[in-house]
């Protein structure tokens, strides 16, 4: 009887039509996309000043329904800017969860802040919300002056960052009650989920600012770009300034109020991001078929599909199963890379990584269950004629 391996490779090729290296994912660029930078080239206008910025941060807010969106280089760049607003200083401490792309850590720690970790939920792979109450629970106090503080380190306990894994939306309604009851900026790290929604609320809109991304593996692509979205408009004030260098508006003198950030997105991957924008929508019917074909597929088999949690809409990023154990898991990864579909395991929780050892954390029983079974299989819009991307 052929293997569990010997059935999916050939199940993965026959729905993506080729015998060649099937990747990950990789982005859809066609012939609008090509025109739309050509227009940036040729206006000249290919920094972040130009109408392409600010059609694309347009296109973005309207799409996900948030009142503003500010373009920037990337996701880490649109997650720091997040955590420098909710006023992360030195010394404090930021709750995340450990099962998470190392940049929600690193932007953490570009503030001199540390990571707390809180575990997650094996039905969104997110943030679980009784986790992060129980943590604060037994380490937390609130402080007459409204301030949450590590009771047994004395740090403030600045915000809370939780993740939509895959772009699976996790419960962040709940998340934000405790946040609110504790008196901790909630920022989502929707860097994956455009496009999904929660109870018909698109994530990243639930928390006082949330940071997106549109590196080359993500649904849409600005080939590196991001952004932070806010229903403030002060706030999105703040972001612009913040991240044009503080820089305050003069004809002709240079004169800035703060320490700022060259963050701010260059015009010709705002022109990119336009032509993506536009056909988001069939690029996510595509990505729904095809996470559609994968349940179907793998419902004849013992092994458990990653699907969209009751209540939501994901976009179906990267699609994933569970493997039995550690072992299995590696070994399905090392068949499947050898015989040219590409792979790949969910990142090393982030409190086994040396610099994230040290930091403090709750009982992560979940997040090691799932890092040592989470498979990702090629999840791209299928028909693309993109180029090959090997990011993540």
């Given at each position: 009887?052929?293997?569990?391996?010997?059935?999916?490779?050939?199940?993965?090729?026959?729905?993506?039509?080729?015998?060649?290296?099937?990747p990950l994912h990789v982005?859809?660029?066609?012939?609008?996309?090509?025109?739309?930078?050509?227009?940036?080239?040729?206006?000249?206008?290919?920094?972040?000043?130009?109408?392409?910025?600010?059609?694309?941060?347009?296109?973005?807010?309207?799409?996900?329904?948030?009142g503003s969106?500010?373009?920037?280089?990337?996701?880490?760049?649109?997650?720091?800017t997040c955590l420098v607003l909710a006023g992360v200083e030195p010394g404090d401490e930021v709750i995340t969860q450990s099962l998470?792309?190392?940049?929600?850590?690193?932007?953490?720690?570009?503030?001199?802040?540390?990571?707390?970790?809180?575990?997650?939920?094996?039905?969104?792979?997110?943030?679980?919300p009784?986790?992060?109450?129980?943590?604060?629970?037994?380490?937390?106090?609130?402080?007459?002056?409204?301030?949450c503080r590590n009771r047994h380190t004395g740090n403030v306990v600045r915000a809370c960052v939780p993740m939509h894994t895959f772009g699976h939306p996790l419960r962040i309604r709940e998340v934000a009650e405790?946040?609110?009851e504790w008196g901790i900026r909630l920022i989502e790290d929707a860097a994956e989920s455009l496009g999904s929604l929660r109870d018909s609320v698109h994530t990243g809109n639930t928390g006082w600012v949330s940071a997106l991304s549109f590196n080359g593996n993500k649904t849409i692509t600005t080939g590196g770009g991001g952004m932070v979205l806010t229903s403030d408009e002060e706030v999105a004030r703040t972001v612009?300034?913040?991240?044009?260098?503080?820089?305050?508006?003069?004809?002709?003198?240079?004169?800035?109020?703060?320490?700022?950030?060259?963050?701010r997105l260059p015009a010709i991957n705002a022109a990119l991001g336009c032509a993506q924008m536009e056909q988001l929508p069939d690029m996510l019917a595509n990505k729904r078929e095809t996470a559609g074909a994968y349940r179907e597929w793998f419902a004849e088999t013992e092994y458990a599909f990653l699907d969209e949690p009751e209540g939501c809409r994901s976009n179906f990023w990267l699609n994933a199963f569970l493997c039995r154990d550690r072992a299995e898991r590696d070994r399905i990864l090392e068949e499947t890379n050898a015989a040219g579909v590409m792979t790949r395991p969910i990142w090393e929780p982030m409190h086994t990584l040396p610099m994230f050892r040290d930091c403090a954390r709750g009982p992560m029983e979940v997040t090691e269950w799932l890092g040592d079974r989470v498979v990702n299989i090629p999840s791209s819009v299928r028909g693309t004629r993109g180029k090959t991307n090997v990011e993540h």
């Open positions: 009887m052929p293997s569990f391996t010997d059935q999916l490779i050939p199940f993965i090729r026959d729905l993506y039509g080729t015998d060649a290296f099937i982005p859809t660029i066609g012939e609008l996309e090509k025109r739309r930078v050509m227009e940036t080239l040729e206006s000249g206008m290919v920094s972040s000043v130009g109408e392409h910025v600010q059609e694309f941060e347009k296109r973005v807010a309207d799409f996900t329904g948030a969106a500010v373009g920037v280089v990337n996701g880490t760049a649109a997650l720091h998470t792309f190392v940049a929600t850590c690193n932007a953490i720690s570009y503030q001199g802040a540390s990571p707390v970790f809180v575990d997650v939920e094996r039905e969104t792979l997110g943030m679980c009784d986790a992060l109450r129980a943590f604060l629970e037994e380490n937390a106090v609130r402080g007459d002056d409204g301030l405790v946040c609110l612009r300034h913040l991240t044009t260098t503080a820089k305050k508006p003069h004809s002709y003198l240079y004169h800035h109020d703060r320490v700022g950030y060259n963050y």
